[in-house]
């Protein structure tokens, strides 16, 4: 047996714990591909996961951690060898099936892409779940048959980690990007990743009306809530938004008039379960399109001794860009 340290969120009475502490081969759950994970990252998920505020987590004990890099330690999976450098976004891990907050692991090889050309492991987690959602969105918008020249976008949450990639994407693609946010501090940060306007997001995030002025063609919006709502009805005629988030809430208080007055779409964005050719196109694309400058500028690293408190940080709104986490 093989001891490891993992972060393992687990049931108490008085509520959920979370500690980090020595595990074994034993304590991993089925699959056909046993990881050495060497990086991982912090997403808005992970915070929920780590500290319990939603119910994220659904199975007991768990180890935390959506995103992963590693090297295959053994497979009998014929898409895998030893040796192979990996990533992993989606199908549940971190949630019902262990997760990435951990020195190894064992998953289904299914779920797993080889690392994407061009991509180092540290910025394929410097992506993560974050990034490939903002790549999804992107590619969403742009199947809608959206381009630059129709107008401006909107990202909410532009300081975030989906904002932040999505902000890069879309400015290195030709849009003009209005960025809202909530920091005014971080005006000149998402300048620099190529927002060309910044709005208060108190513009977007109170009760407004069912239409109001046409000011974007389209948009990517991981707040929902008022903030959707409102972001729909300022969308230009035949225009979309691609959602993929709810840091307001899952609600959508809002009116059909956008839909049916307009011709805006709603376009849903899962990260989770998408097939493997849609997973692999957003990571050429990712390979592609993302500046390495920027997602550099944009990006944290911290250790794995640290990655509990940063879980924690990304819920107050202390974290801004990416953060990747060093664990083997």
């Known amino acids: 047996m093989t001891n490891f340290r993992a972060v393992v969120v687990d049931k108490a009475e008085s509520g959920q714990t979370v500690e980090m502490r020595s595990v074994d081969d034993a304590f991993l759950m089925e699959g056909d591909v046993t990881l050495r994970v060497t990086r991982s990252t912090v997403n808005y998920k992970d915070g929920l996961a780590i500290t319990g505020k939603s119910p994220v987590v659904r199975r007991f004990p768990m180890i935390p951690g ?12 014929p898409g895998f060898k030893p040796g192979d450098e990996v990533i992993l976004n989606g199908f549940g891990v971190g949630e019902t099936h262990l997760g990435a907050y951990a020195e190894r692991a064992r998953v289904k090889g299914d779920w797993l892409l080889h690392k994407p050309e061009g991509l180092s492991a540290a910025e394929c987690m410097a992506v993560g779940t974050a990034g490939y959602t903002a790549m999804l969105a992107v590619i969403a918008l742009e199947k809608h048959g959206l381009k630059p020249s129709d107008g401006p976008v909107l990202v909410t949450g532009a300081a975030g980690g989906v904002g932040s990639v999505a902000v890069a994407l879309l400015s290195k693609l030709g849009w003009h990007v209005v960025a809202s946010t909530g920091r005014a ?9 190529g927002a060309a306007e910044i709005i208060d997001r108190n513009e977007l995030s109170a009760p407004g009306r069912p239409l109001a002025k046409e000011r ?6 991981s707040v929902g809530s008022h903030t959707l709502v409102n972001a729909l009805a300022q969308t230009k005629y035949r225009g979309a938004i691609a959602a993929c988030g709810l840091a307001q809430g899952m609600d959508l208080p809002g009116s059909v008039a956008p839909f049916i007055l307009r011709g805006v779409s709603l376009l849903g964005i899962d990260s989770v379960y998408q097939p493997k050719p849609v997973r692999e196109e957003a990571w050429k694309r990712l390979a592609q399109d993302l500046d390495r400058a920027k997602l550099a500028a944009i990006t944290t690293t911290v250790p794995f001794d640290a990655v509990i408190e940063t879980a924690r940080g990304i819920l107050d709104g202390k974290i801004r860009g990416r953060v990747v986490v060093e664990i083997g």
């Open 66 to 77: 959506i995103d992963m890099a590693g090297v295959v330690e053994h497979s009998s999976n």
């Open 216 to 221: 974007w063609a389209a948009g990517v919006d």
């Open 185 to 193: 501090s971080e005006a000149d940060y998402l300048k620099t990743l």
